[in-house]
Protein backbone atom coordinates (compact mmCIF):
# COMPACT_ATOMS: atom_id res chain seq x y z
CA UNK A 1 0.00 0.00 0.00
CA UNK A 2 2.98 2.45 0.40
CA UNK A 3 4.25 1.72 -2.95
CA UNK A 4 0.58 2.48 -4.22
CA UNK A 5 0.54 5.92 -2.15
CA UNK A 6 4.33 6.60 -3.47
CA UNK A 7 3.24 5.91 -6.61
CA UNK A 8 0.54 8.38 -6.65
CA UNK A 9 1.91 10.58 -5.21
CA UNK A 10 5.39 10.61 -7.72
CA UNK A 11 4.28 9.12 -11.07
CA UNK A 12 7.19 10.23 -12.82
CA UNK A 13 9.75 9.68 -10.18
CA UNK A 14 8.76 6.04 -10.65
CA UNK A 15 8.87 5.69 -14.19
CA UNK A 16 12.28 6.94 -14.17
CA UNK A 17 13.44 4.55 -11.20
CA UNK A 18 12.41 1.49 -12.96
CA UNK A 19 13.06 2.86 -16.89
CA UNK A 20 16.54 4.70 -16.36
CA UNK A 21 17.91 2.54 -13.05
CA UNK A 22 16.48 -0.85 -13.05
CA UNK A 23 16.12 -1.62 -16.39
CA UNK A 24 19.76 -1.17 -16.92
CA UNK A 25 21.26 -2.53 -13.97
CA UNK A 26 19.37 -5.98 -14.42
CA UNK A 27 19.94 -6.12 -18.23
CA UNK A 28 24.00 -4.91 -17.74
CA UNK A 29 24.28 -7.66 -15.31
CA UNK A 30 22.77 -10.45 -17.10
CA UNK A 31 24.61 -9.20 -20.42
CA UNK A 32 27.87 -9.08 -18.38
CA UNK A 33 27.09 -12.65 -16.71
CA UNK A 34 25.42 -14.25 -19.38
CA UNK A 35 28.71 -13.33 -21.48
CA UNK A 36 31.24 -14.13 -18.73
CA UNK A 37 33.03 -17.22 -20.85
CA UNK A 38 33.57 -14.85 -23.81
CA UNK A 39 33.57 -17.21 -26.23
CA UNK A 40 31.04 -20.15 -27.07
CA UNK A 41 31.65 -23.53 -25.65
CA UNK A 42 29.89 -26.85 -26.08
CA UNK A 43 28.91 -26.30 -29.89
CA UNK A 44 26.83 -29.11 -31.08
CA UNK A 45 28.73 -31.24 -33.64
CA UNK A 46 27.76 -33.75 -35.87
CA UNK A 47 30.15 -35.83 -37.47
CA UNK A 48 30.36 -38.20 -40.37
CA UNK A 49 33.64 -40.75 -40.45
CA UNK A 50 33.38 -42.50 -43.85
CA UNK A 51 37.24 -43.33 -42.85
CA UNK A 52 36.39 -45.68 -39.84
CA UNK A 53 40.23 -45.50 -39.39
CA UNK A 54 42.58 -45.31 -35.96
CA UNK A 55 43.13 -41.44 -36.97
CA UNK A 56 39.73 -40.64 -37.52
CA UNK A 57 38.37 -42.39 -34.47
CA UNK A 58 41.29 -40.51 -32.67
CA UNK A 59 40.38 -37.23 -34.24
CA UNK A 60 36.71 -37.17 -33.62
CA UNK A 61 37.56 -38.08 -29.75
CA UNK A 62 40.20 -35.05 -29.96
CA UNK A 63 37.17 -32.82 -31.17
CA UNK A 64 34.65 -33.90 -28.54
CA UNK A 65 37.09 -33.59 -25.52
CA UNK A 66 37.84 -29.88 -26.46
CA UNK A 67 35.84 -26.99 -24.64
CA UNK A 68 34.70 -25.63 -28.05
CA UNK A 69 32.87 -28.81 -29.70
CA UNK A 70 30.16 -31.40 -28.33
CA UNK A 71 30.05 -34.19 -30.79
CA UNK A 72 26.07 -34.94 -30.43
CA UNK A 73 25.45 -37.03 -33.62
CA UNK A 74 27.25 -39.41 -35.84
CA UNK A 75 25.36 -39.19 -39.67
CA UNK A 76 26.14 -41.81 -42.83
CA UNK A 77 26.15 -38.74 -44.80
CA UNK A 78 27.43 -35.39 -45.78
CA UNK A 79 23.98 -34.52 -46.18
CA UNK A 80 22.23 -35.74 -43.54
CA UNK A 81 24.74 -33.46 -41.47
CA UNK A 82 23.69 -30.75 -43.21
CA UNK A 83 19.98 -31.37 -42.36
CA UNK A 84 21.06 -31.68 -38.98
CA UNK A 85 22.58 -28.11 -39.66
CA UNK A 86 19.51 -26.83 -40.91
CA UNK A 87 17.05 -27.36 -38.58
CA UNK A 88 19.17 -26.95 -35.79
CA UNK A 89 20.09 -29.61 -33.90
CA UNK A 90 23.81 -28.81 -34.80
CA UNK A 91 26.15 -25.90 -35.45
CA UNK A 92 29.32 -27.52 -36.91
CA UNK A 93 29.91 -30.82 -38.95
CA UNK A 94 33.22 -33.03 -39.45
CA UNK A 95 32.92 -34.76 -42.97
CA UNK A 96 35.71 -37.57 -42.84
CA UNK A 97 35.77 -38.89 -46.34
CA UNK A 98 36.80 -42.49 -47.09
CA UNK A 99 40.68 -43.59 -46.62
CA UNK A 100 42.11 -40.10 -45.18
CA UNK A 101 44.06 -41.66 -43.80
CA UNK A 102 45.32 -43.89 -46.30
CA UNK A 103 45.51 -40.99 -48.38
CA UNK A 104 47.30 -39.12 -45.62
CA UNK A 105 49.73 -41.38 -45.14
CA UNK A 106 50.96 -41.70 -49.16
CA UNK A 107 51.30 -37.80 -49.46
CA UNK A 108 48.85 -37.67 -51.38
CA UNK A 109 47.50 -33.98 -48.54
CA UNK A 110 43.63 -35.25 -48.35
CA UNK A 111 40.39 -32.86 -47.52
CA UNK A 112 38.45 -32.70 -44.97
CA UNK A 113 34.92 -31.15 -44.94
CA UNK A 114 33.80 -29.03 -41.77
CA UNK A 115 30.35 -27.44 -42.11
CA UNK A 116 29.44 -24.44 -39.92
CA UNK A 117 26.00 -22.86 -39.59
CA UNK A 118 26.74 -18.76 -40.67
CA UNK A 119 23.53 -18.11 -39.31
CA UNK A 120 25.28 -18.19 -35.95
CA UNK A 121 28.05 -15.85 -36.23
CA UNK A 122 29.38 -15.56 -32.83
CA UNK A 123 29.34 -19.25 -32.97
CA UNK A 124 31.57 -18.99 -36.37
CA UNK A 125 33.89 -16.88 -34.75
CA UNK A 126 34.91 -19.31 -32.06
CA UNK A 127 34.50 -22.71 -34.14
CA UNK A 128 36.42 -22.16 -36.86
CA UNK A 129 39.93 -21.18 -35.21
CA UNK A 130 38.93 -23.87 -32.68
CA UNK A 131 38.98 -27.15 -35.47
CA UNK A 132 41.91 -25.34 -37.46
CA UNK A 133 44.19 -25.95 -34.53
CA UNK A 134 43.04 -29.82 -33.49
CA UNK A 135 43.36 -30.28 -37.13
CA UNK A 136 46.84 -29.05 -37.49
CA UNK A 137 47.96 -30.06 -34.44
CA UNK A 138 46.72 -33.79 -34.73
CA UNK A 139 47.64 -34.29 -38.57
CA UNK A 140 51.33 -32.85 -37.78
CA UNK A 141 52.22 -35.31 -34.71
CA UNK A 142 50.10 -38.54 -36.59
CA UNK A 143 52.42 -37.94 -39.60
CA UNK A 144 55.58 -37.46 -37.65
CA UNK A 145 55.02 -40.06 -35.57
CA UNK A 146 54.65 -42.40 -38.56
CA UNK A 147 57.36 -41.18 -40.81
CA UNK A 148 59.77 -41.29 -38.01
CA UNK A 149 59.32 -44.80 -37.39
CA UNK A 150 59.57 -45.63 -41.08
CA UNK A 151 62.28 -43.93 -42.06
CA UNK A 152 64.13 -44.05 -39.17
CA UNK A 153 64.98 -40.16 -38.99
CA UNK A 154 64.05 -37.74 -36.14
CA UNK A 155 61.16 -35.85 -35.85
CA UNK A 156 62.89 -32.56 -36.53
CA UNK A 157 64.41 -34.04 -39.74
CA UNK A 158 60.65 -34.29 -41.32
CA UNK A 159 59.83 -30.98 -41.05
CA UNK A 160 58.49 -29.08 -44.19
CA UNK A 161 58.69 -32.44 -45.99
CA UNK A 162 55.41 -33.70 -45.05
CA UNK A 163 52.65 -32.00 -46.65
CA UNK A 164 49.68 -30.62 -44.51
CA UNK A 165 46.02 -32.04 -44.49
CA UNK A 166 43.80 -29.63 -46.86
CA UNK A 167 40.40 -28.39 -44.89
CA UNK A 168 37.55 -27.36 -46.70
CA UNK A 169 35.65 -25.07 -45.22
CA UNK A 170 31.97 -24.26 -45.97
CA UNK A 171 30.10 -21.68 -43.99
CA UNK A 172 26.15 -22.22 -44.75
CA UNK A 173 23.16 -20.36 -44.93
CA UNK A 174 25.70 -16.67 -44.22
CA UNK A 175 28.60 -17.49 -46.45
CA UNK A 176 29.11 -13.26 -46.72
CA UNK A 177 28.62 -13.33 -42.85
CA UNK A 178 26.23 -10.72 -42.68
CA UNK A 179 26.14 -8.63 -39.65
CA UNK A 180 22.12 -7.14 -40.68
CA UNK A 181 21.08 -10.26 -41.40
CA UNK A 182 22.87 -12.29 -38.35
CA UNK A 183 20.79 -9.48 -35.91
CA UNK A 184 18.60 -7.90 -37.65
CA UNK A 185 15.34 -9.59 -37.40
CA UNK A 186 15.55 -11.06 -34.33
CA UNK A 187 16.30 -7.22 -32.80
CA UNK A 188 12.95 -6.09 -34.01
CA UNK A 189 11.25 -8.66 -32.46
CA UNK A 190 12.60 -7.84 -29.30
CA UNK A 191 11.75 -3.95 -29.71
CA UNK A 192 8.41 -5.07 -30.77
CA UNK A 193 7.29 -7.34 -28.29
CA UNK A 194 7.47 -4.26 -25.52
CA UNK A 195 4.85 -2.66 -27.39
CA UNK A 196 2.56 -5.63 -27.89
CA UNK A 197 2.85 -6.53 -24.75
CA UNK A 198 2.00 -3.16 -23.23
CA UNK A 199 -0.99 -3.04 -25.45
CA UNK A 200 -2.14 -6.07 -23.74
CA UNK A 201 -1.81 -4.63 -20.69
CA UNK A 202 -3.60 -1.62 -21.93
CA UNK A 203 -6.12 -4.04 -23.25
CA UNK A 204 -6.51 -6.52 -19.77
CA UNK A 205 -6.88 -3.38 -17.64
CA UNK A 206 -9.76 -1.97 -19.82
CA UNK A 207 -11.84 -5.26 -19.26
CA UNK A 208 -11.40 -5.75 -16.31
CA UNK A 209 -14.85 -6.05 -15.28
CA UNK A 210 -15.60 -8.11 -17.97
CA UNK A 211 -16.96 -11.35 -16.79
CA UNK A 212 -17.47 -13.43 -19.74
CA UNK A 213 -14.42 -15.33 -21.23
CA UNK A 214 -15.14 -16.12 -24.45
CA UNK A 215 -15.10 -11.77 -24.77
CA UNK A 216 -11.72 -11.86 -23.36
CA UNK A 217 -10.26 -14.82 -26.02
CA UNK A 218 -11.79 -12.63 -28.66
CA UNK A 219 -10.00 -9.70 -27.51
CA UNK A 220 -6.47 -11.74 -27.45
CA UNK A 221 -7.08 -13.47 -30.98
CA UNK A 222 -7.75 -9.70 -32.20
CA UNK A 223 -5.10 -8.01 -30.68
CA UNK A 224 -2.19 -10.85 -31.54
CA UNK A 225 -3.79 -10.82 -35.30
CA UNK A 226 -2.69 -6.74 -35.11
CA UNK A 227 0.82 -7.94 -33.23
CA UNK A 228 1.06 -9.77 -36.57
CA UNK A 229 0.47 -7.94 -38.72
CA UNK A 230 2.66 -4.97 -37.29
CA UNK A 231 5.33 -7.66 -37.29
CA UNK A 232 4.98 -8.72 -40.75
CA UNK A 233 5.00 -4.69 -41.92
CA UNK A 234 7.90 -4.29 -40.33
CA UNK A 235 10.00 -7.05 -41.28
CA UNK A 236 8.64 -6.57 -44.86
CA UNK A 237 10.40 -3.06 -45.05
CA UNK A 238 13.62 -5.16 -44.42
CA UNK A 239 12.85 -7.92 -46.76
CA UNK A 240 12.24 -4.90 -49.56
CA UNK A 241 15.72 -3.23 -48.76
CA UNK A 242 17.42 -6.70 -49.49
CA UNK A 243 17.06 -8.95 -46.09
CA UNK A 244 16.27 -12.33 -47.20
CA UNK A 245 13.80 -14.88 -46.65
CA UNK A 246 13.97 -18.38 -47.42
CA UNK A 247 11.80 -20.27 -44.81
CA UNK A 248 8.27 -21.40 -44.85
CA UNK A 249 5.94 -18.53 -44.80
CA UNK A 250 3.00 -19.94 -43.87
CA UNK A 251 4.92 -21.91 -40.84
CA UNK A 252 6.78 -18.77 -39.90
CA UNK A 253 3.17 -16.87 -39.91
CA UNK A 254 1.90 -19.95 -37.51
CA UNK A 255 4.71 -19.30 -35.21
CA UNK A 256 4.88 -15.70 -35.15
CA UNK A 257 0.74 -15.74 -34.12
CA UNK A 258 1.47 -18.00 -31.50
CA UNK A 259 4.25 -15.99 -30.05
CA UNK A 260 2.41 -12.85 -30.37
CA UNK A 261 -0.85 -14.23 -28.93
CA UNK A 262 1.85 -15.89 -25.70
CA UNK A 263 2.94 -12.25 -25.23
CA UNK A 264 -0.19 -10.40 -25.42
CA UNK A 265 -1.49 -12.68 -23.25
CA UNK A 266 1.00 -12.27 -20.57
CA UNK A 267 0.88 -8.57 -20.91
CA UNK A 268 -3.06 -9.14 -20.20
CA UNK A 269 -2.68 -11.02 -17.49
CA UNK A 270 -0.53 -8.19 -16.04
CA UNK A 271 -2.98 -5.42 -16.80
CA UNK A 272 -5.92 -7.31 -15.01
CA UNK A 273 -3.72 -8.19 -11.51
CA UNK A 274 -2.53 -4.76 -11.38
CA UNK A 275 -4.66 -2.53 -10.10
CA UNK A 276 -2.98 1.05 -12.12
CA UNK A 277 -3.09 1.20 -15.83
CA UNK A 278 0.42 2.85 -15.92
CA UNK A 279 2.20 0.59 -13.39
CA UNK A 280 0.64 -2.37 -15.05
CA UNK A 281 1.95 -1.26 -18.65
CA UNK A 282 5.35 -0.99 -17.32
CA UNK A 283 5.48 -3.61 -15.48
CA UNK A 284 4.56 -5.59 -18.37
CA UNK A 285 7.25 -4.03 -20.16
CA UNK A 286 9.83 -4.78 -18.43
CA UNK A 287 8.90 -8.53 -18.23
CA UNK A 288 9.66 -9.14 -21.82
CA UNK A 289 12.60 -6.05 -22.02
CA UNK A 290 15.69 -8.68 -21.02
CA UNK A 291 14.61 -11.76 -22.97
CA UNK A 292 16.28 -10.96 -25.94
CA UNK A 293 19.61 -10.87 -24.23
CA UNK A 294 18.58 -14.23 -21.72
CA UNK A 295 17.23 -15.98 -24.23
CA UNK A 296 20.23 -16.73 -26.83
CA UNK A 297 19.86 -14.60 -29.77
CA UNK A 298 23.09 -12.50 -29.77
CA UNK A 299 24.92 -14.86 -27.54
CA UNK A 300 24.74 -18.28 -28.18
CA UNK A 301 22.86 -20.90 -25.43
CA UNK A 302 25.39 -23.21 -25.19
CA UNK A 303 27.97 -20.31 -24.08
CA UNK A 304 25.81 -19.27 -20.91
CA UNK A 305 26.00 -20.46 -17.36
CA UNK A 306 23.90 -23.23 -16.91
CA UNK A 307 21.00 -21.78 -14.65
CA UNK A 308 20.53 -18.80 -17.79
CA UNK A 309 19.81 -22.21 -19.77
CA UNK A 310 17.05 -23.06 -17.68
CA UNK A 311 15.97 -20.01 -17.49
CA UNK A 312 15.76 -19.90 -21.06
CA UNK A 313 13.56 -22.50 -21.60
CA UNK A 314 10.54 -20.79 -19.96
CA UNK A 315 10.82 -17.27 -22.15
CA UNK A 316 8.77 -17.24 -25.32
CA UNK A 317 11.64 -15.61 -27.65
CA UNK A 318 13.58 -18.20 -27.03
CA UNK A 319 11.13 -20.10 -28.93
CA UNK A 320 10.78 -17.18 -31.89
CA UNK A 321 13.60 -14.98 -31.87
CA UNK A 322 16.68 -17.79 -33.04
CA UNK A 323 14.03 -18.76 -35.40
CA UNK A 324 12.79 -15.96 -36.94
CA UNK A 325 16.22 -15.48 -38.11
CA UNK A 326 16.36 -18.77 -38.91
CA UNK A 327 13.60 -18.63 -41.28
CA UNK A 328 15.10 -15.40 -42.85
CA UNK A 329 18.44 -17.40 -43.59
CA UNK A 330 18.06 -21.12 -43.67
CA UNK A 331 15.43 -22.95 -46.64
CA UNK A 332 13.24 -23.70 -43.15
CA UNK A 333 10.06 -26.37 -43.63
CA UNK A 334 7.27 -26.29 -41.50
CA UNK A 335 8.83 -29.58 -40.05
CA UNK A 336 11.47 -27.28 -38.95
CA UNK A 337 9.47 -24.67 -36.80
CA UNK A 338 7.00 -27.80 -35.10
CA UNK A 339 8.74 -28.34 -32.25
CA UNK A 340 9.46 -24.83 -31.11
CA UNK A 341 5.55 -23.86 -32.36
CA UNK A 342 4.42 -27.06 -30.34
CA UNK A 343 6.39 -25.29 -26.66
CA UNK A 344 4.23 -21.91 -27.58
CA UNK A 345 1.34 -23.48 -27.84
CA UNK A 346 1.71 -25.24 -24.78
CA UNK A 347 2.68 -21.65 -22.94
CA UNK A 348 -0.03 -20.35 -24.54
CA UNK A 349 -2.54 -22.94 -23.13
CA UNK A 350 -0.86 -22.74 -19.97
CA UNK A 351 -1.79 -18.88 -19.50
CA UNK A 352 -4.97 -19.08 -21.13
CA UNK A 353 -5.47 -21.72 -18.04
CA UNK A 354 -4.38 -19.06 -15.89
CA UNK A 355 -6.57 -16.52 -17.16
CA UNK A 356 -9.25 -18.32 -16.17
CA UNK A 357 -7.85 -19.15 -12.66
CA UNK A 358 -7.38 -14.58 -12.37
CA UNK A 359 -10.66 -14.15 -13.84
CA UNK A 360 -12.20 -16.36 -11.27
CA UNK A 361 -10.71 -15.02 -8.52
CA UNK A 362 -11.51 -11.44 -9.53
CA UNK A 363 -14.97 -12.74 -9.72
CA UNK A 364 -14.96 -14.58 -6.72
CA UNK A 365 -13.33 -11.04 -4.91
CA UNK A 366 -15.74 -8.72 -6.55
CA UNK A 367 -19.00 -10.91 -5.07
CA UNK A 368 -17.61 -10.75 -1.47
CA UNK A 369 -18.02 -7.17 -1.06
CA UNK A 370 -21.49 -7.35 -2.56
CA UNK A 371 -22.42 -9.91 -0.31
CA UNK A 372 -21.34 -8.27 2.30
CA UNK A 373 -23.03 -5.26 1.57
CA UNK A 374 -26.17 -7.27 1.28
CA UNK A 375 -25.61 -8.57 4.92
Known amino acids: MNFYRFKRRHPQLVMVLLL ?12 GYEMHGDAPTEIPTVVVDEDNSAFSREFISQVDKTASFAVTSHAASADEAEAEL ?18 MLSGASPSMLI ?6 LVTLSAAKPAMTEIMMTMSGAYLQQIFA ?19 VYRNLYNPVKSFRSYLLPGMLLA ?7 MLGAERGFEHKNERRFSVHMLNLVLWALLAVLGVSICMSVQFALGMPYRGTIAGGLLLLFAYC ?20 VQLAAMLVLPTSVLAGYSYPLTAMPHGFQVLAKFLPYAYMGPDIRALCLKPMQFKHVLPHLSVLLLMAAG ?25
Do not use: C
Open 351 to 375: LVLLLGVVLLWRRKHAAAPAEEAIA
Open 261 to 280: FVITLMGYIMGLLIPERLLG
Open 20 to 31: YVAVPIVVGLAL
Open 149 to 167: GKLNVMPGELSGNVLPVNI
Open 86 to 103: QNGQAMAGVIIPQDFSKN
Open 115 to 120: LYDASQ
Open 191 to 197: ILQVGIV
